[in-house]
């Protein structure tokens, strides 16, 4: 195989790959806003439709490509609107609840996407929560998971709980850490418990946490944000109903790292 031909086996390797990240992406995005009823959805659905004819059409994977970024351009676009509506339908679902309501199977799914898709979001600016949130996914017999870990020892906090050498219970007010090292390790965190233990010049530290979300807790984002056109909610209590319905795990995870004691 001579370097022009590995050139475009690697184009078309790349393409062929994006084009399933993209349709994963967009198929994904379909079913989440149909079972959160947002009407971006018929806009999506249009934009997939014209994709399907003109690649079977025309044998034309670029322009079916192009309708389908179009579509995620016009989604990104609309967040302002599509955002409004989610709020009130997040709000209207929480509302049921809190009346000992009930939701159907299409809205239990909805709100399992936006897990999903807050734990796909949250892996770059704070893995910790990123990594407890995708354990919910799944049942433990014990309800505790173990994470080995360096990176907690970054947080000031932390670091100032191994410092003591005993015991110690940390709780942030997240919201006055965003332009401090603790933002991350509140986000994931808060609270928690550290331990640490020395063995054969060895301390080891531990940091435990109940991984879960609350009854009827709501945060609000992005408030001030161009005078709140991006303003979402999160109804910590639509995740709680799912784990009373099984469908989310909680667990008490256990964060551990070590540090060799210096000589």
């Known amino acids: 195989m001579n370097s022009q031909s590995l050139q475009r086996y690697f184009k078309l390797s790349i393409l062929w790959f994006f084009s399933v990240l993209l349709i994963f992406v ?10 959160y009823t947002l009407f971006v959805c018929y806009l999506l659905v249009a934009a997939f439709s014209a994709c399907v004819i003109i690649y079977f059409l025309h044998k034309s994977k670029r322009q079916a490509i192009k309708f389908l970024l179009l579509g995620l351009f016009l989604f990104c676009v609309l967040s302002p609107f599509n955002l409004k509506q989610y709020n009130r339908r997040a709000e209207a679902l929480q509302n049921r609840i809190n009346r000992k309501g009930e939701l159907n199977t299409k809205e239990k799914l909805g709100v399992y996407g936006c897990l999903l898709m807050m734990t796909v979001f949250e892996i770059v600016p704070f893995p910790e929560a990123a990594t407890q949130n995708y354990y919910l996914l799944f049942p433990t017999e014990d309800a505790q998971r173990f994470f080995h870990d360096q990176s907690i020892l970054k947080s000031p906090s932390i670091q100032r709980a191994i410092k003591l ?12 850490f965003i332009r401090n090292k603790d933002f991350r390790y509140a986000m994931a965190f808060d609270p ?38 991006f303003t979402f909610r999160v109804d910590e ?15 008490k995870a256990i964060w551990v790292a070590k540090i060799r004691s210096s000589s």
């Not at 967009?26 to 079972?35: D, G, N, R």
């Not at 050498?165 to 006055?176: D, F, H, L, S, V």
């Not at 879960?212 to 807790?217: L, S």
């Open 26 to 35: 967009y198929l994904f995005l379909i079913v989440w806003t149909f079972c």
């Open 192 to 229: 928690c418990t550290v331990t640490t233990a020395e063995k054969d010049g060895i301390q080891e530290v531990l940091l435990t946490t109940d991984v879960g979300y609350r009854e009827n807790y709501v945060t609000t984002h992005a408030s001030n944000f161009l005078r709140g056109f």
């Open 165 to 176: 050498r005993r015991k110690g219970y940390i709780q942030w007010n997240r919201w006055n």
């Open 237 to 251: 209590g639509l995740f709680f109903y799912l784990q009373q319905k099984g469908w989310l795990h909680p667990y």
